[in-house]
């Protein structure tokens, strides 16, 4: 691994942990959030209604012919009862909206009935005392929750007394509320709710779930859902009872419409035949003939016989007609289905079957899928084909009809011509009492399809056999309070997290270290924790074992290393972006520091606007720098000892001059800082910000080096474009940054143990005394708080 591949690694589990330590230190916010979103939920729930799950199973005889006569004659002849089912277009038909609709109306489940257990509210059915129907609703009432208080001879609905069984007007409406037998009284007061018919059909259509477990077999699993228990497994029972009576109905459909048809020959039959009978009887008394001679009976026999062969011939070809109109129709609703009465062929009578089970299908789909849908199309291809199929057995069935007619007809004029040999008075009976024999032989033939049609009716049987009747469960499936409170404590741990991650990103401040990093590559060559002690700002000390002095040695220790000259004599100058990033306060604990070292050190407050570095130290006299570089003063007369430090020095700034730019940037500067320099080891310049005045710009040219102020929680981030900027065109002698003031009670990037290497590859550990002195300043050290070895640069 490369070396930058290495820093990277390293930079983001340093990352890692930062945010660990970060988020540890707010502890607390995550324990209250996570006891306040579990209480939030359980009393959310506790106001949540209970749903439950009610579920049938039912088997769907996929290739069983309805009717239990179709292995009698009638059936063999008439195959219009046949069915098979298609388990994935049942599925559609059982949430269908139809079917649904004739469900809620039945049920009038448009009604909710309901009584309040606590803070929840539980929806009942059977259980509720009333039955509320309303005969003419106000639009206003919808959706309306009304109180209904159950009496012994009337209820109460809203204030308005509604007397059992008497339609009353309230403010639902022209409303009729029954008693319902046999139901419990165990709430005298329930919370009645009209919803809108359409909206209740659409849920009980969609809530509808049908699983079919076992694609082998035609086992459906009808499952629904509702708050009321009993509600949900009374629809399962009346929509299986609606789908079986809707099928029952399919079936019969073309023995209808054969039963309507053979009532409607045998009336015409009837009144035939009575007419012909009567006929006879008047030509036998106005005749004197008595009966027919055996010669003519003869006869007449050969011709019944014939007649009734041609009349079963014309009959099918007249039901050949009406299929034929039928598959003419393209679909038009107002003409009637074809019956199939007397056709010979078992072939064509299938194929009719099989087309009406089609189009019933189809005409059962289109209520819940498009018309362009693939199951339509399909049905579709399957109906066109049909039709070809039945108009080809048509033609071929014709034409032997139409042959065997003219056989018929041809046998009966041989007949006829045998029958004028007979006396015209006999003949004349003849005739007749052959017309009688052709309506009676047909009135008998429809007499016996009527029945045969009939007993169709009490031997068809429905596909569906129900397995299981409808159960609803006894315990509730929603809600899932495991979910719930799962939800709950994911809220209560994440919340904190994003509260914490947006408070940084929105901070306007520089907070991490990697903020600065990820925008300038000045390096960073030092770091001050905040001090605790507000009463003196000097913390260091020939002694003081704190971990403020030693980040200050630490920092000493990097800028005596970055001496680019390689001697001894060093010009620092110590600026910041604004006022209050502790110039001064750095300014005066490193000059201590380096005093410590043995360095000769002078201040210079060269801030002549705002001056601290004087207060810091007492300082009270009025001569200073500014008296210097107007001739007021001579440089002895401005140099001050500080008290406690050997060789520490110290330049105040004296008053404050009107033009401080105009002084600093005169020969008198220049001069001071030659003399300073032949005199002192380290020259410390406490400048004003950059920021605001450009007074540390024209002092750089003296220096050396150049320590750059960063406040942890104070600098803006808005000034590290600037300060690469001054880094990267060198407006500064080799400019590094100091990061003071940080807080290590809040989110900053600190770990135990510190260490620096300031992007020079240097570690430095201070030890002072001897071991035992050492041991003890490290067990300080670990005390007051984590070090920095995540400030390494990468």
């Not at 730019?661 to 800082?673: A, C, H, N, Q, V």
């Amino acid at each position: 691994m490369t070396a930058s591949g290495q820093s990277e690694s390293q930079f983001g589990q340093e990352y890692i942990k930062f945010l660990a330590t970060k988020y540890l230190r707010n502890w607390y916010w995550f324990v209250v959030t996570l006891l306040l979103s579990l209480v939030g939920m359980f009393a959310y729930l506790t106001t949540l209604k209970y749903t439950y799950s009610a579920q049938a199973s039912i088997l769907i005889k996929e290739d069983d012919r309805a009717g239990g006569a179709s292995k009698q004659d009638l059936m063999e002849e008439l195959d219009m009862f046949g069915s098979k089912k298609q388990v994935e277009n049942e599925i559609e038909i059982f949430k269908s909206y139809k079917l649904a609709e004739k469900v809620v109306d039945d049920l009038g489940l448009d009604m909710v009935y309901s009584y309040k257990d606590r803070w929840r509210i539980r929806d009942i059915y059977r259980d509720a005392p009333v039955v509320v129907k309303v005969l003419k609703p106000l639009e206003a009432a919808y959706d309306l929750p009304v109180n209904v208080t159950v009496a012994a001879s009337a209820a109460t609905l809203d204030g308005v007394i509604c007397p059992y069984g008497k339609a009353t007007q309230t403010p639902l409406g022209l409303v009729l509320i029954t008693k319902r037998p046999n139901a419990p009284l165990k709430h005298k007061t329930i919370q009645v709710t009209m919803n809108h018919r359409e909206a209740v059909i659409k849920s009980f259509s969609r809530g509808l779930r049908v699983s079919q477990p076992n694609k082998s077999a035609s086992v459906l699993f009808l499952t629904m859902e509702d708050t009321a228990p009993d509600r949900a497994a009374t629809y399962l029972d009346r929509l299986l009872y609606f789908y079986e009576l809707s099928s029952l109905q399919d079936k019969n459909r073309v023995a209808a419409n054969t039963l309507r048809f053979v009532e409607d020959r045998l009336g015409i039959i009837s009144r035939e035949l009575t007419s012909v009978e009567g006929d006879i009887q008047r030509y036998k008394t106005n005749s004197g003939i008595v009966d027919l001679s055996s010669e003519s009976n003869l006869f007449l026999d050969k011709v019944k016989e014939n007649d009734a062969q041609l009349s079963q011939v014309n009959i099918q070809l007249g039901t050949l007609r009406e299929i034929e109109n039928y598959l003419a129709s393209k679909g038009d609703t107002r003409v009637v289905t074809p019956a199939t009465v007397g056709l010979d062929s078992p072939t064509l009578t299938a194929l009719v079957g099989n087309l009406l089970e089609l189009e019933s299908q189809r005409e059962k789909l289109v209520r819940t899928v498009p018309e362009k849908s693939v199951p339509i199309e399909t049905i579709d291809e399957q109906i066109r084909t049909t039709k070809r199929n039945i108009g080809d057995n048509v033609l071929t069935l014709r034409r032997i009809l139409v042959s065997t007619q003219n056989s018929l007809q041809t046998t009966n004029k041989r007949i006829e011509a045998t029958i004028r040999t007979i006396p015209q008075k006999e003949r004349q009976l003849l005739d007749i009492s052959r017309q009688a024999s052709i309506k009676g032989n047909l009135y008998n033939y429809l007499l016996q399809k009527r029945e045969e049609t009939a007993m169709s009716f009490a031997s068809t049987v429905s596909d569906l056999r129900v397995i299981d009747d409808a159960k609803a469960e006894p315990s509730p499936v929603k809600p899932v309070k495991r979910n719930y409170y799962l939800v709950a404590l994911l809220v209560g741990l994440l919340l904190p997290v994003l509260v914490l991650w947006l408070l940084d990103y929105f901070n306007s401040k520089i907070s991490r270290k990697s903020q600065i990093e990820d925008v300038t590559e000045a390096p960073i060559i030092g770091e001050v924790i905040q001090s605790d002690d507000t009463s003196s700002p000097l913390e260091i000390t020939a002694k003081s074992r704190s971990l403020l002095s030693e980040q200050i040695r630490a920092l000493r220790t990097n800028i005596q290393f970055f001496n680019p000259d390689g001697g001894t004599k060093q010009t620092i100058l110590i600026t910041s972006s604004i006022s209050g990033e502790g110039k001064s306060f750095i300014s005066l604990n490193l000059g201590a520091s380096l005093a410590i070292a043995e360095k000769k050190v002078v201040m210079l407050e060269l801030d002549m606007r705002k001056p601290k570095l004087h207060r810091y130290i007492n300082e009270t006299s009025p001569k200073g720098l500014s008296s210097y570089l107007s001739g007021q003063a001579t440089m002895d007369e401005i140099i001050k000892p500080v008290p406690g430090y050997e060789n520490l020095f110290f330049i105040p700034c004296g008053i404050l001059p009107p033009n401080p730019s105009e002084l600093i940037s005169g020969d008198k500067m220049r001069y001071l800082f030659e003399n300073l320099r032949e005199h002192f080891d380290v020259v410390i310049a406490d400048t004003p910000p950059v920021g605001l005045v450009t007074d540390a710009n024209i002092l750089a040219k003296h220096a050396t080096m150049t320590l750059y102020i960063v406040r942890h929680l104070y600098t803006g981030k808005g000034f590290l474009k600037n300060i690469d900027t001054l880094y990267r065109e060198k407006r500064f002698p080799n400019m590094c940054l100091v990061i003071n003031g940080i807080d290590i009670k809040k989110d900053f990037e600190y770990n135990y143990g510190y260490g620096y290497d300031a992007g020079y590859g240097y570690m430095y550990r201070s030890t002072y005394g001897n071991e035992d002195d050492t041991s003890a300043t490290a067990k300080k050290v670990t005390k007051k708080g984590p070090g920095f070895d995540f400030w390494n640069r990468k």
